[in-house]
């Protein structure tokens, strides 16, 4: 059977997504037969030349009529639209991949999240964490799982951007509580609190974060508008640090920016435990670091092998590969899990899990003291 995809959304994450499924056929063979079937959104124009470019066959400016026509709904519109279409389309039993942060609100996340546990388990409902499907994540995940880092004592994760610097830099709707829900928190926090959860989350790794104390800053509170003199307040952080205690003890520091000056999309995770230490940043990807016990300095594995994730998809060893990659992994997943009705992580629970630690971070922020989480 092919499945009818329909998607919202044909900006950055439209046709990150698009490039993932136009790559299946090609790179992933036993992936399930899709067709880009409906592209949704609000501007007809825009619409019509997206559709042609990304592949759709038709398009709609009602996501009413698309979510309970489709086999599949994938909700790549800002934040402030992830919840209802998502919603709708789970009670119509349609499977739904959403874009990260699962929400801009706990309390949207919360809806989610329910939506989907009574969707049953059949109905996968997945959050789109990318950075899950790095080979090197992965890779880092099966050293942790097999205790080769003994005891977690510290993590660390940083995700640093500068395109916000310039305070003439234009506004858009991620310096908009009402539609991103928070700024940097929930754009690139979001990313760092998952990848953590994924790596360390286990209860015989660190577990789950406890307890945390959080902190938000705006450093431009009003930008120009697009296409005119006006200005338009920021209400949402520019940046957030975090610190945190896990179920077993281990402390943890997180921190995000869109105002390092230098710096574009550096991600990185550190892990220290009682026998080890990896190291990972995003602008490395195809790299992990790590040190062994006995160690006097870090190793660097190319995680390019054919038997390491994913990469025997792709190229000869050693043919790097990059960051739409990741899109290509999270969609073959995902699309396996609708057709075979099987399980999927990232899901709505994860984001929400995620989107919890966000909400304390909020809290801790506001009220100036450490909160914990249940
Ligand atoms: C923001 O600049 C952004 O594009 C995020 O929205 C993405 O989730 C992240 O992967 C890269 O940075």
Redesign the pocket.
């Known amino acids: 059977m092919t499945l009818q995809v329909g998607v919202l959304g044909y900006r950055?994450m439209g046709k990150a997504h698009a490039n993932a499924m136009a790559r299946l056929p090609m790179f992933f063979p036993d992936a399930p037969d899709i067709e880009r079937s409906v592209l949704v959104g609000r501007d007809e124009e825009a619409l019509n030349e997206a559709a042609d470019r990304l592949g759709f066959d038709s398009i709609s400016t009602d996501w009413e009529n698309v979510v309970d026509d489709v086999d599949v709904f994938y909700n790549l519109g800002p934040n402030h639209v992830h919840a209802e279409p998502s919603i709708a389309a789970l009670e119509a039993g349609t499977p739904v991949f959403c874009e990260?942060p699962l929400a801009p609100t706990l309390e949207d996340a919360e809806r989610m999240a329910e939506t989907a546990r009574d969707a049953g388990d059949d109905v996968p409902a997945g959050c789109a964490f990318n950075y899950r499907f790095v080979p090197a994540i992965q890779y880092a995940k099966g050293l942790l799982e097999a205790g080769e880092l003994g005891e977690i004592r510290h993590v660390r994760g940083r995700y640093l951007?500068d395109?916000l610097v310039d305070p003439e830099a234009p506004w858009s709707w991620r310096n908009d509580e009402e539609m991103a829900g928070s700024g940097a928190l929930g754009?690139?926090g979001a990313?760092t609190v998952d990848l953590l959860r994924f790596l360390v989350g286990d209860d015989d790794l660190a577990g789950d974060i406890e307890r945390l104390s959080g902190h938000l800053q705006t450093f431009v509170d009003e930008r120009p508008a697009e296409g005119g003199d006006e200005t338009r307040p920021v209400t949402v952080d520019d940046a957030y640090s975090a610190q945190l205690e896990f179920e077993n003890g281990a402390m943890g520091t997180l921190e995000a920016t869109r105002n390092a000056t230098g710096h574009k999309?550096d991600h990185t995770i550190e892990i220290h435990g009682s026998k080890g230490s990896l190291k990972f940043s995003l602008e490395r990807l195809n790299e992990l670091e790590l040190l062994r016990e006995g160690d006097r300095g870090y190793e660097t594995i190319l995680v390019t092998d054919e038997d390491d994730p994913y990469v025997d998809h792709w190229w000869p060893p050693g043919h790097v590969i990059g960051w739409e990659h990741t899109f290509v992994h999270e969609n073959y997943e995902f699309l396996s899990a609708v057709d075979e009705g099987g399980e999927f992580h990232p899901s709505f629970e994860d984001g929400l899990a995620a989107q919890r630690v966000l909400a304390a971070i909020e809290d801790s922020d506001e009220r100036g003291e450490w909160v914990s989480l249940e």
């Open positions: 950055f990260k951007q395109w754009d690139l990313h999309n």
